[in-house]
């Protein structure tokens, strides 16, 4: 498997503009998370969701940020208009293999965020 | 509200010695616990994931221990390496479904 995958690794955009951060869980896991990484604030829990449905999104820091995940293989989280303060890097992790693995969670490579 | 906490944060040490890293949480009602460590610029890598009901996983050099009712967890590191230079995060999956992470522990094993 080719573990969870995110796109883009890097983005660079102005103050105002909208950023839409994607990631495709490990096939066959039924959660996702996606996590903010700061100096400041270390990593954070943004969102989690199970089976394709958001169960938990009280860590989303604004009504600015959203996130979907349309089906089991896809999730975007979407940031308009983004902020100089939401430079970070965002993780999408997933979970839900063979029983003795369920809860654990892999990462993907992150996307690195500055926004101008 | 659950707190996570590592000590120390920063750690060297000479290759070949055995190391502990510890991670602390405020509220005992945790689902599982999770080590990670995570390279400069890269993405995090599952190390161990231990569930409420267990007390140890190892995995190689590593050993990682639960004592739900002191709130602590240790991983152990034998004889380290200095590819084991790393971050060092523990995360905690509490019985709300919430996921809190430590700020990690920076460690540099010197050759």
């Known amino acids: 498997d080719a573990g969870v995958i995110q796109s883009p690794r890097h983005e660079v955009t102005e103050m105002g503009q909208e950023v839409t951060l994607r990631c495709k869980p490990i096939s066959g896991h039924n959660s996702l998370f996606w996590y903010r990484q700061t100096m400041m604030r270390g990593l954070e829990l943004l969102i989690y969701?199970?089976?394709?449905?958001?169960?938990?999104d009280s860590g989303m820091p604004e009504d600015r940020f959203s996130a979907k995940m349309p089906n089991a293989s896809f999730s975007t989280l979407k940031i308009q208009p983004s902020e100089p303060r939401d430079s970070a890097v965002y993780f999408c992790a997933s979970s839900g293999g063979t029983r003795s693995t369920y809860n654990e969670q892999f990462f993907g490579p992150g996307t690195r965020l500055t926004v101008l | 509200k659950q707190e996570v906490t590592q000590i120390p944060a920063a750690l060297s040490v000479p290759e070949g010695e055995n190391l502990v890293l510890n991670c602390s949480f405020t509220?005992?009602?945790?689902?599982?616990l999770q080590w990670f460590r995570q390279d400069p610029g890269k993405g995090l890598t599952s190390l161990l994931l231990?569930?409420?009901?267990?007390r140890e996983q190892t995995s190689g050099r590593l050993n990682a221990s639960l004592d739900k009712s002191s709130g602590r967890s240790t991983l152990y590191i034998a004889a380290s390496q200095p590819g084991d230079s790393a971050t060092y995060l523990c995360?905690?999956?509490?019985?709300?479904?919430?996921?809190?992470f430590g700020p990690g522990t920076s460690l540099s094993v010197i050759p």
């Open positions: 969701f199970n089976n394709n449905v958001p169960i938990d």
């Open positions: 231990i569930q409420s009901s267990q």
């Open positions: 995360a905690v999956r509490t019985s709300y479904d919430k996921v809190i």
């Open positions: 509220d005992s009602a945790i689902y599982n």
